[in-house]
C-alpha cells in the first residue's frame, strides 16, 4: 500500500499548488526513483481532468550523459524536452537522486556547456509564468542519498521533508493558504522599500530594490515552500556575503563560498570546496557573476541544513541570492543561463536593515 503522506504531497502539489483544470496539459519530470510520487501526481492530474505526459529519466542517465556525450550531444536539445518549458499548461519537477554526488568528477565545462545549450528552456518557462501561461511545482521525493546528505535515517528525512511539505495537516489541500498571512504581510511591509543590508559575520553587503516587485511565496511553485523575493537593481550589490551552508550545484557539494561584489558585479570569489565549479559557474556568461534574486526564508519549521537548496533557503532566519538569472514578474532583467542560490544564516549575530530600519534580528523578525 502506498504511504498516505505521498497522496497528500500529490493532492497538494496538483490541487492547491497548480490548481489543474480539466483539458490542461501536465508535464511529470522526474527520474524513475521518483515512481510512487509520480503515480500520485498523475492520479490526481486525472482525477482534475488534465491531461499528463511523463518525461522519465533512468536514475544513471545524467551520470553517463556527461562522461560519454560529445560536443554536438551536450548542446543537442530534443524537441520532446522543450515541451513542458514552452508548451504545456503546468509542469510538475520532482528531486530524486539517487546519489547526490554522482557528478562530482565531471568537468565543470561540460555541465556549462549543456547549461548554455538549455538556457532557453528555462527563459521560456520563467517569461510564460511571468505572463500566467504557465504553471509550475518543485519538490523532492526523499532518498536514502538525501538522508544521508542532511545526516539522518531515511525514516528521519521522510518525516523532515514531509512535515515541512504540511502534508500531516488535517487538510493538507488548504494549509499553505491558512498559512500564508506572515510572509504576505512581509511581502507587503517591502513594497516601496528602496535599500537593504545584511550584517552577520562575514557578511555585510548593501542591495537596492526600488521599483521592484516582492513576491511572497505559501506553496505555489515550491513545495515546501516559505520565503519572499525579489530581484535586486542588477548593478546595486556591493560588500561581502559569507554563504553559510554548502550546496549542491550541478551534482558537485561547494561550501565555504565567499563572494565581494562591485556595482553588483562579483569581483572576487573563492570557496573551501568546489572552488573550480563556482568559478567556471560565474564566468557561465554575462549575467552569471550579477545578481538575479533575493530572498528572505521565513519556514521556520525547517531549522537545519540539509545541502539540498530547495530545503535551506527557505529556513527561517536565513536569506539567499542567486546568481545569474532574474524572475521576469519581480522587474529584475538580468539574463542567464545560471540561477544558482546560496544561503546566509543570520541567526547568530545577523540582521537586515531597510531604509534604516530593523527588519529583522538574529533571525527573528522586529515589524
Known sequence: MRDSRIDALAQILVRYSTKVQPGETCAIRATTNAEPLVQAIYEEILRAGGHAFFALSPVEAQPAFFELANDEQLEYVAEPMRWPYEKADVAFAIMADANTHALSQVDPARQSRAQKARKPLLNASMDRTARGEHRWALTMFPTHSYAADAGMSLAHFEDFLYRACLVYDEDPVTAWERQSDTVKRLAAWMDGKEEIRFQSPGTDITLNVSAREWIPCYGDHNMPDGEFFTGPVEDSASGTVAFSFPT??????????????????????????GEDLLIQTLDTDDGSRRLGELGIGTNYGIKTGTKEILLDEKIGGTFHLALGASYPETGGVNDSAVHWDMICDLRQGGSITVDGQKLQEDGQFLV
Not at 550545484?249 to 562579483?266: C, Q
Open 248 to 273: 549542491s550545484y550541478g551534482g558537485r557539494e561547494v561550501g565555504g563560498v565567499t563572494l565581494r561584489f562591485e556595482d553588483g558585479k562579483v569581483v572576487d570569489a573563492s570557496a573551501d570546496r
